[in-house]
């Protein structure tokens, strides 16, 4: 989202130009704080609407202030494929625009395992051990992924490769992890584990494999940005316009 003085406040172009360079600096100055309002107001929409937001959501939108020589602040969702974790990009936007996700990491290791099928993606069911903020715990997946031969888990390497070792090591754990990549028996598409107790075993889901979930708009992102630029905009002006008035007749 893109706010200007030419297309939302061209009202104040006037004394901008009545003004000259310090105008541009005081526009400058009042659209930068503006947009750094909207983005808080984007933040406690997110812990309004949704269930434990991350700490990596809520600080999963960046901000370009204005400058004299552009008087243009931004505001939008991170997109870097380079940084840590997943672009904010890929979970955000069917927030805001509705429509389908993208798949995670460990669906598209699935996927090219063959154990996911195209178009499908893997859904929490009650086997999957949840954190705080309502996410399958990553030391989970990581045993998961070493136990399907997908990667080798940090930490919880558990890999299912049929040695002595592996097998006391899935044996100390307790539980072992298998795909069922169509059903069987009765048993839907996706991820099990098996615990196994003093006279016999439990299996319980830990994913269940579905097809693609499409997302209603959740995410009031352009209407919350857009209405507290707005309200904020004019405030930052006339606050900064008064301290530069005020500076220049001190000087």
């Not at 996927?111 to 309502?134: E, I, K, R, T």
């Amino acid at each position: 989202m893109r706010v200007s003085i030419q297309s939302n406040f061209p009202e104040i172009g006037a004394r901008i130009t009545e003004l000259g360079r310090q105008g541009a600096y005081v526009a400058a100055v009042a659209l930068t704080r503006s947009i750094k309002d909207a983005q808080g107001a984007v933040k406690a929409e997110m812990q309004t609407v949704f269930d434990r937001p991350t700490a990596y959501a809520l600080n999963g939108t960046f901000i370009k202030g204005a400058n004299k020589s552009k008087l243009e602040a931004r505001i939008w969702v991170k997109d870097n494929p380079f940084g840590n974790g997943t672009p904010a990009d890929r979970f955000l936007g069917p927030q805001i625009f509705g429509g389908g996700r993208k798949q995670k990491g460990m669906e598209r290791l699935l996927q090219s395992a063959g154990m996911l099928q195209a178009g499908w993606y893997a859904v929490p069911a009650v086997g999957a051990q949840l954190d705080g903020n309502g996410n399958v715990k990553r030391g989970q997946i990581r045993q998961i992924l070493s136990q399907l031969k997908l990667q080798g888990g940090v930490g919880h390497e558990s890999r299912a490769s049929g040695s002595t070792r592996s097998n006391r090591t899935i044996a100390r754990q307790g539980v072992t992890y298998f795909a069922l990549p169509r059903g069987n028996r009765g048993l839907l598409p996706g991820i099990y584990l098996k615990r196994r107790f003093g006279h016999g075993t439990a299996i319980r889901p830990v994913f269940i494999f579905v097809q693609q979930q499409l997302y209603k708009p959740r995410l009031r992102f352009f209407e919350v940005a857009g209405d507290t630029v707005s309200a904020r905009f004019p405030e930052h002006f006339a606050t900064e316009m008064e301290r530069a008035l005020r500076t220049a007749r001190l000087r």
